[in-house]
T-cell receptor, first 115, second 114 residues
C-alpha cells in the first residue's frame, strides 16, 4: 500500500514569489492535513481538508491556503513568500472511520527554502 | 488535548532496550496515548498508540500506568537506525466527523550509541 506522497521534495523560491505543494494521501483516506516544521517553532498544524472542505485551521496568516480535490489529493499554496516561510511542510492523511481513522500517517515532506 | 512532558534527550547502547518515558498527568478518560518518531529530515512515523492496556506491535511496546498519568515506550533492541526524536501525544480518539490535528511537543531526542 503506497504511503503519503508529497511533491516536490525540495525547492528554492525567492521572497515575494508564491509556491504550491502537492500531496497524495493513502488510497482510501479522505482527510488530508498540513503541518509546518521549523527549528524554532517545531511542528505546527496549518489546516485539514476532508471531502474537499476545510474542516480545521491553525493559526497562520491568510497567505497560507489549501484545497482538496475530489480524488482527495491536496495542494497548499503560500503567496508572497517571506524568509520565515522557509520550512519543512508535511502532509498527513487518515481515514474517517473508527477502525481506520485512529492513525494519522505523514509524508516525507517538502523542503522549502526562501531566499 | 492533554499536555505531555518528555525528557529532552536520552542515550541508549545499541542492542539494549530503550525506555522512553512520558508524563501526561492531566489525561482524561477518553484520551489515547500516541507515539511518533521523526528521523532527521523525514516526516513523523507512527509507532504505536494505546488507551489503558499495554500494547505491542512489531516496532515497540507501550506500557501505560494504571492511573494513566504516565507511559513508557519500549524499543526492545535498539539499533542505530532508531536514533530519532520521539514524540508522545495525547488526544481523543479520531472518529468519524472529528477534525484531525496533532499537537506536537518538543519530544525526546534518542541517540543510539554503537
Amino acid at each position: 500500500k503506497a504511503g503519503v506522497t508529497q511533491t516536490p521534495r525540495y525547492l528554492i523560491k525567492t521572497r515575494g514569489q508564491q509556491v504550491t505543494l502537492s500531496c497524495s494521501p493513502i488510497s482510501g483516506h479522505r482527510s488530508v492535513s498540513w503541518y509546518q516544521q521549523t527549528p524554532g517553532q517545531g511542528l505546527q498544524f496549518l489546516f485539514e481538508y476532508f471531502s474537499e472542505t476545510q474542516r480545521n485551521k491553525g493559526n497562520f496568516p491568510g497567505r497560507f491556503s489549501g484545497r482538496q480535490f475530489s480524488n482527495s489529493r491536496s495542494e497548499m499554496n503560500v503567496s508572497t513568500l517571506e524568509l520565515g516561510d522557509s520550512a519543512l511542510y508535511l502532509c498527513a492523511s487518515s481515514g474517517d472511520s473508527w477502525g481506520t481513522g485512529n492513525t494519522i500517517y505523514f509524508g516525507e515532506g517538502s523542503w522549502l527554502t526562501v531566499v | 488535548d492533554a499536555k505531555t512532558t518528555q525528557p529532552p534527550s536520552m542515550d541508549c547502547a545499541e542492542g539494549r532496550a530503550a525506555n522512553l518515558p512520558c508524563n501526561h498527568s492531566t489525561i482524561s478518560g477518553n484520551e489515547y496515548v500516541y507515539w511518533y518518531r521523526q528521523i532527521h529530515s523525514q516526516g513523523p512515523q507512527y509507532i504505536i498508540h494505546g488507551l489503558k492496556n499495554n500494547e505491542t506491535n512489531e516496532m515497540a511496546s507501550l506500557i501505560i500506568t494504571e492511573d494513566r498519568k504516565s507511559s513508557t515506550l519500549i524499543l526492545p533492541h535498539a539499533t542505530l537506525r532508531d536514533t530519532a526524536v520521539y514524540y508522545c501525544i495525547v488526544r481523543v480518539p479520531i472518529s468519524s466527523g472529528s477534525a484531525r490535528q496533532l499537537t506536537f511537543g518538543s519530544g525526546t531526542q534518542l541517540t543510539v550509541l554503537p
